[in-house]
């Protein structure tokens, strides 16, 4: 098992920037796919990013292409997600999830069933 614990959320205005981080501790020798998700209230939990195990590729939602960054630190265990010129629609809690299976370029891992820990969440309020 790896155990997942995100900081960094907060709030912040329209226009803003935060930084939100995520420590792997555990299991955490197999980790080729670590990503983000956010859930608004009411809404069901969506995709945000994600990155492979060496960095070198990424993947976006539409909807935070060109503002977030996800980056990832293998000596760390960790994870980051850079959030810049944050808008209210970017108010969610914000999950960190790792996928401890298998891996092929070739497949967008933007699923919830793609991943296999999860962290409890942190709150990212953007106000107007």
């Known amino acids: 098992q790896v155990q997942l614990v995100e900081s960094g959320g907060g709030l912040v205005q329209a226009g803003e920037s935060l930084r939100l981080s995520c420590a792997a501790s555990?299991?955490?020798?197999?980790?080729?796919?670590m990503g983000w998700f956010r859930q608004a209230p009411g809404k069901e939990r969506e995709f945000v990013a994600a990155v492979n195990w060496s960095g070198a590729i990424t993947y976006y939602a539409d909807s935070v292409k060109g503002r977030f960054t996800i980056s990832r630190d293998n000596a760390k265990n960790t994870v980051s997600l850079q959030m810049n010129s944050l808008k209210p629609e970017d108010t969610a809690v914000y999950y960190c999830?790792?996928?401890?299976?298998?891996?092929?370029?070739?497949?967008?891992?933007?699923?919830?069933?793609?991943?296999?820990?999860w962290g409890q969440g942190t709150q990212v309020t953007v106000s107007l």
């Open positions: 999830a790792v996928r401890r299976g298998t891996y092929s370029s070739s497949i967008y891992y933007r699923n919830e069933y793609d991943y296999d820990s």
């Open positions: 555990g299991r955490t020798f197999s980790m080729p796919v």
